[in-house]
């Protein structure tokens, strides 16, 4: 009999033990899958649109300071044209010519009248220029500045002014985006 008990104590451990033993469902697994697949969407679209805002944000800023650099080269043609003495009333919007052109600071000088707006290479040096050089890097930025004739009206005397206009574009995944930017420059006399 003692070795019946003792059986019988082993049968209920064995039983007890398969009772104690608990497992997760199919369905926890499944819904604990969900949830953690959902947050692991949510920050991969939280980091995938934050290194879009940085780009487009790099991309703003530089094409900020291409449109602020392009209106300081017509403003350092206007004041050349001062210091030479060329420059009349008249003769500073003659000596503005204006149009459409493209200017970088290695050729601070008018050219020929363009229609397109201008590629920029980056130089050695880190310069933005025009000239797409052997050394020079394509970049994605086109300059255009155009300049026309600008008359006040009702203002009681003659002043003589252009409007500049820099036009930045330059292409991104989502397309093609630009960058403007404008100012009146005035006669010294």
Not at 13 to 37: H, R, Y
Not at 74 to 100: C, T
Not at 167 to 174: A, G, L, Q, Y
Request: glycine share 4%; proline share 1%; net charge negative.
């Amino acid at each position: 009999m003692e070795r019946n008990k003792g059986e019988r104590k082993s049968i209920i451990m064995k039983i007890n033990f398969k009772k104690k033993k608990s497992a997760f469902s199919i369905i926890e697994i499944m819904a604990v899958l969900f949830i953690v697949t959902i947050g692991m969407i949510g920050m991969m679209n939280l980091i995938s649109q934050s290194i879009r805002v940085q780009r487009l944000n790099k991309h703003n800023l530089v094409a900020y300071q291409l449109a602020q650099e392009g209106i300081e080269l017509v403003r350092v043609i206007r004041d050349d044209n001062w210091l030479a003495e060329e420059s009349s009333k008249v003769e500073f919007i003659n000596a503005m010519n204006p149009g459409s052109y493209c200017i970088d600071y290695s050729n601070v000088e008018l050219g020929e009248n363009i229609n397109d707006a201008c590629r920029l290479y980056l130089n050695s040096n880190d310069f933005y220029v025009h000239d797409e050089g052997t050394d020079n890097i394509e970049t994605p930025y086109s300059r255009l500045i155009t300049i026309e004739e600008y008359i006040e009206e009702g203002s009681e005397e003659e002043n003589y002014a252009v409007a500049v206009t820099v036009k930045i574009t330059w292409e991104d995944v989502s397309g093609i985006l630009e960058y403007e930017a404008e100012t009146r420059l005035y006669d010294w006399y």
